[in-house]
């Protein structure tokens, strides 16, 4: 059976890249990062819940240096994390995640031979990252098999969705979304307040959709 | 005063590079890399004594997950390393080590504002690993910048330099090449006899030099 590695954050939309893998008859390899995120232990938790609802293998990751190299607001306590929105690349933004887990992700894909690659990037409906871009998933494509012996590709079904089409396409496939973590702090509950809650609750509300996660009171 | 960051093995190409850099003018920053390696601890210490004689900055990173992944024979110790010559890719080659080395490189490089990333790649002299090619790092380039908001360019100075002319270059520029280990064994001297060695030791008889580092005697 074809092998799809799947990156997989507990978010919404890997969830959904991952639910998408299965039904094109891949069997899902899910690939998660800890990387010291204020979000570590709730990411890990739904990685490991949406893994044993799809039936699908896990690889678990380390990757602590992204916190040692600092610089952004998920992994530094004393930076806050943005709570409106702009135009400008939030301090969410961690230098070159993506192009990182996209390069261990070739590694891990050649070493178990894993024809296809999943990673859920949106340049629709995104923060901003650069990172994010199909120009850049195009030259990552160009990267990663240039580079090795063993050849795959990188899909990224959700590209060009808004997050409405996002939530819509995940509750057409039934994905188990009230398992999804996607705030960026580490409340008990999701503070629908920061960059990733708004476009999440966004999503929901454009797609006439009720999210059954719980969030703050808002004031 | 610009920076480079300088990806260092604490081999012989990646300590000739820092040396290339500084005489070009940069501020050199070294980056190392830990993953399990064999020859971990001889890496390390090779990296710190050339930095320290070079004045360079240290930036020394754990992956570890390299040898959880697994496949090589630089971590898996079950695993034999070849001492034979051949044109096929040896169990030596690291899973996309140069793909993954780079995408790291590029988040420090952004969040320390290195404008020039040098890796000691050769294609004219390897071992025949994929991600050592002029292509391979072309692409690398346009991957690192579509996917940051800093720019930097990535520098790899020898690779078109045969093992002869790094020797001759190198003792050009009084580089301490009695500091750098290449030896893919964790012998108390080196091999002699692995394709690292032997690239060396071929390197240093043709540039008609001593290499005054300590070998095995060969039976």
Redesign the interface.
Known sequence: MKKALCIMSGGMDSTLCAYMAKKEGYEVVGLHFNYSQRTQDKEKECFYKICEILGAKTVE??????A????NSLTDRDLEIRKTMSDE?PNT????????F???A???A??YECEAIYIGVTQADGSGY??C?A??IK??Q???N????YQSTVKTPLINLSKADIVKEALNLGVALEYTWSCYENGVVACGKCDSCRLRLKGFSKANAVDKIAYAKLS
């Open positions: 990751i380390d990757t602590n240096f992204i040692q190299i600092g610089g690349v933004y961690v230098p070159f995640r993506n192009g990182i996209l390069s261990i070739a590694a891990v050649e070493r650069p990172d871009t120009e850049f030259a990552a160009k990267f990663i240039l580079g090795r012996v």
